[in-house]
């Protein structure tokens, strides 16, 4: 990733998924910039940054157009173009987060879900090409919860769905300018996000148990993952929605010794 350098959107905190990846691009050479909204997510964001020599730290509310100009026009005033784009954000309200998708999901809640989880990727994408002179590469965070029911993630899992299929167009449309584009659906890790949804032990404790490999997802293969994507290594690579999850998304029924330790039977 020497002289490269990418837009990374949507790191909250040390635990962050976008914080990691953004840790790998730093330790292969990518120069980054990052953004922020609001005054408190700057205070833990702008350390990080700073950390990793980032010399463009600008606020962002994907909600609104003007601030997504100024974020974009920051970023090519500064360097002119770019190579790579993150996108790790999502957003639902918590009360979405629980119980019965049909009867607790909102016509708020649901536009909600969808302009910050899905659509915000289409704007970003749209605006990042513009500055991708020389072709480039880009990704968003997923989760299996877009393929599969999840308990509790409900209006998320269909924004994420979305958000999956937009991956797909926006790779179809910016592919003949040399352009990639990918997700990757990261297996549970307890991160910020991760804390808003309800029966979230229960989901560490059941991936744990019946995934592949026995453990939940390691930050470390997620931001390897990004890395092959966002380089050289993942010529040839887009339109894909890349599990790292441990082979959980492989697995049709879990062993049965597996199934009764997540359940904590004996």
């Not at 909204?37 to 833990?44: C, K, N, P, S, V």
């Amino acid at each position: 990733m020497k002289g490269k350098r990418g837009l990374v959107m949507g790191v909250a905190n040390k635990n962050s998924i976008a914080w990691a990846i953004a840790q790998q691009l730093h330790a292969q050479g990518a120069e980054l910039a990052f953004t922020f909204q609001g005054e408190a997510l700057e205070r833990r964001v702008r350390p990080l940054a700073e950390s990793v020599g980032s010399e463009i730290i600008v606020p962002c509310d994907v909600t609104d157009d003007a601030s997504m100009d100024a974020c974009f026009a920051a970023v090519k005033e500064k360097w002119g173009k770019i190579d790579f784009l993150v996108h790790s954000i999502a957003f639902a309200g918590k009360e979405q987060l629980e119980g019965s998708f049909v009867d607790n999901t909102t016509r708020d809640g649901f536009l909600s879900a969808m302009n910050i989880s899905a659509y915000s990727f289409v704007d970003a994408a749209r605006r990042a090409s513009q500055i991708m002179s020389e072709g480039g590469s880009m990704i968003t965070m997923t989760y299996l919860g877009s393929e599969r029911v999840i308990p509790n993630y409900n209006v998320m899992g269909v924004a994420k769905a979305a958000l999956e299929a937009s991956t797909r167009y926006i790779a179809a449309d910016l592919g003949p300018r040399g352009i990639r584009v990918n997700a990757i659906s990261a297996g549970p890790i307890k991160t910020l996000a991760a804390a808003g949804i309800g029966s979230g032990r229960h989901m560490f404790r059941f991936n744990k148990a019946t995934a592949a490999m026995q453990d939940n997802t390691d930050l470390e293969g997620v931001a390897g993952a990004a890395l092959y994507l966002l380089s050289s290594l993942g010529t040839s690579c887009t339109g894909e929605t890349h599990h790292v999850d441990g082979g959980f998304h492989a697995i049709g029924m879990p062993q049965e010794k597996a199934l009764k330790e997540s359940l904590g039977i004996e």
